[in-house]
Nanobody, 113 residues
């Protein structure tokens, strides 16, 4: 079983930055880890992913502004978010598929205009 704990969310002004962390309870260094987000009244959507061999993938909406990285020694994945916009406001979730889907509890990101 894998427990995921996100942190780093908060309130930021338009154009600001935040760095999210996703800490796993067990080793996940061979697995892809994803970030998703869900805004009020909207479906959960893919944000970014990093493979076990450190290849990043991004949604078009965040490409060039967000950067995903991982520290395998710490079983942690990071999401650096720059140039934040009000439409980035959402609860951000970390996800790993290791036999099952594992999700964290989410961390709120609010971008004020």
């Amino acid at each position: 079983q894998v427990q995921l704990v996100e942190s780093g969310g908060g309130l930021v002004q338009t154009g600001g930055s935040l760095s999210l962390s996703c800490a796993a309870s067990t080793s996940i260094f061979t697995y892809s880890v994803d970030w998703y987000r869900q805004a009020p009244g909207k479906r959960r959507e893919f944000v970014a992913s990093i493979t076990g061999d450190n290849r990043p993938f991004y949604s078009d909406s965040v490409k060039g502004r967000f950067r995903i990285s991982r520290d395998n020694a710490e079983n942690t994945v990071f999401l650096q978010m720059n140039s934040l916009q009000p439409e980035d406001t959402a609860v951000y979730y970390c996800h790993v598929f290791r036999d099952y889907d594992y999700w964290g509890q989410g961390t709120q990101v609010t971008v004020s205009s």
